[in-house]
């Protein structure tokens, strides 16, 4: 159940929502409240990845991701730990723009580990390739795999 944040004299019910936001009251709202409010959610605690020590959002991958001309939007995590060390690797659909770019893998690569503090492996494959595979299938895309046992 939801319950209120500031104050007990108004309950509410509470449910666990597993969201992961952070409160603020250290300026007024654009509207001019000055109330202790949640400010732009993160995440999800269950949508999480850890690897190797770092925890991170696959919405963060997906933001870089994005930001790249010439690979499609599209994208893949896949986190091995089949191994006594865990390797992550990002797929992502390269366009006919980027085909031609063989720095791409490795600009792209930079970019997921400044952003989310991880070496990934880039791995390119052709327009559509993600959706055969079934990422985008049914109303949500699974944009994780994880291989192996969980540490």
Do not use: W
Request: charged fraction near 30%.
């Amino acid at each position: 159940m939801y319950t209120n944040l500031v104050g007990d004299t108004q309950p509410l019910l509470r449910y666990r929502s597993r969201d992961l936001g952070r409160l603020s009251d250290s300026e007024p709202c654009e509207c001019g409240r000055t109330l202790v409010r949640i400010e732009r959610l993160e995440g999800r605690s269950d949508d999480m990845i850890s690897y190797r020590g770092q925890n991170f959002f696959p919405s963060a991958v997906e933001q870089v991701v994005r930001e790249f001309a010439g690979i499609s939007p599209e994208y893949r995590i896949v986190v091995d730990r089949r191994r006594t060390l865990a390797a992550l690797g990002v797929q992502v659909e390269v366009l006919a723009a980027g085909r031609d770019d063989p720095s791409l893998p490795d600009r792209l690569a930079e970019a997921i580990r400044r952003a989310v503090g991880v070496r990934a492996r880039i791995e390119m494959l052709e327009p559509g390739a993600l959706a055969a595979a079934g990422v985008a299938s049914g109303l949500k895309a699974k944009r994780v795999i994880e291989l192996g046992p969980e540490h």
